[in-house]
């Protein structure tokens, strides 16, 4: 039940979001806003090719804007994706539920993955973690605009790690 109000209360902010913009976005289907953010997906699961799905996904400008208030562009992003494969060989990010309003696309997804060596501050150890995520992404013109926003259970993936 947490889970869902939780979930919710994101889609009640991203159609508040979806509303307070000064021009009109299109409205995307189902179909659309899943071929938009597919590339986006794709590259959390590529490694060494997340560079060139990220250019692919994003328009010009576009942001990522995670859990601190620093945004990176197209580019860092694509970088940073291909270095978290170097220390979680296996990691993969899949999407459990998609939620469209307006422009925007509202995905709960999970992470998992085996780190090789420390990760995140906890000493290798062999263990694997799953995070649950919120991507709020805006899309324009079948591509990534603006800024997309994402939260990710990191405290979750220590604890695992450390085995508490």
């Known amino acids: ?17 979806a509303g307070s913009g000064a021009t009109t976005a299109q409205a995307l289907d189902m179909e659309q806003a899943r ?3 597919a590339p986006f997906y ?8 997340a560079v060139a799905l990220i250019n692919a ?30 220390r979680v060989p296996d ?3 899949e999407i459990h539920e998609i939620l469209v ?8 997804g999970e ?7 420390e990760f995140l501050g906890v000493p290798h150890g062999g263990r694997g973690f799953r ?11 079948g591509r990534l605009s603006g800024r997309t926003y994402h939260v990710e259970d990191w405290m979750g993936a220590t604890r695992q790690l450390s085995g508490r």
């Open 131 to 141: 995070v649950l995520s919120i991507d709020i992404h805006t899309v324009r013109d």
């Open 42 to 49: 794709q590259a959390l699961n590529a490694g060494s090719d």
């Open 111 to 117: 992470g998992s993955g085996t780190p090789a060596g």
């Open 57 to 86: 996904a994003a328009g010009p400008g576009w942001e990522s804007c995670g859990n601190t208030s620093r945004c990176s562009n197209a580019e860092q992003v694509g970088k940073a994706i291909a270095g978290f494969h170097q």
């Open 35 to 37: 071929a938009a953010i």
């Open 101 to 108: 309003s307006g422009d925007r696309v509202i995905v709960r």
């Open 1 to 17: 039940m947490k889970r869902c109000l939780a979930f919710r209360l994101c889609l009640s902010l991203a159609a508040s979001l």
């Open 91 to 93: 990691l993969k990010w």
